[in-house]
């Protein structure tokens, strides 16, 4: 067994939907710990849970669901990434297609002026 830091805790629920992936801190300031679930229906599952304890106004998520939702969200903002990626490339072919064009250009001038 081995408890979150919550340093990072109000940055990551700025930038991420608070309800959604690992949940490292209860909504009532105390971090989650990460518990081994003895029950018979989950046996051996872990879960998140509220370091004071778990209660019904205390957090409480299966670990499993938290990571399928940030691999989701992660998925999700690597494509976007991907995108923007693309997006760059195609800008630097272009810009570089304009400054090759500006060069020449330029060159050209040069060459009036010398004769
Ligand atoms: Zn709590």
New binding site residues.
């Given amino acids: 067994m081995y408890s979150l830091s919550c340093v990072s805790g109000n940055s990551y629920r700025r930038c991420l939907n608070a309800e959604r992936g690992t949940l490292i801190q209860?909504?009532?300031g105390?971090p989650s710990k990460i518990f081994t679930s003895g029950s018979a229906t989950n046996p051996g599952r872990l879960y998140y849970c509220?370091a004071?304890g778990y209660n019904k106004r205390?957090?409480f998520k299966w670990a499993d669901e938290c990571l399928v939702e940030e691999v989701e969200d992660i998925k999700s903002l690597i494509s976007g990434m991907n995108k923007d990626i693309s997006e760059f490339r195609l800008n630097v072919a272009r810009l570089e297609k304009e400054i090759k064009g500006m060069k020449t250009e330029s060159g050209r001038k040069g060459e009036e002026c010398m004769s």
């Fill in positions: 209860c909504w009532c105390e509220c004071k205390h957090l």
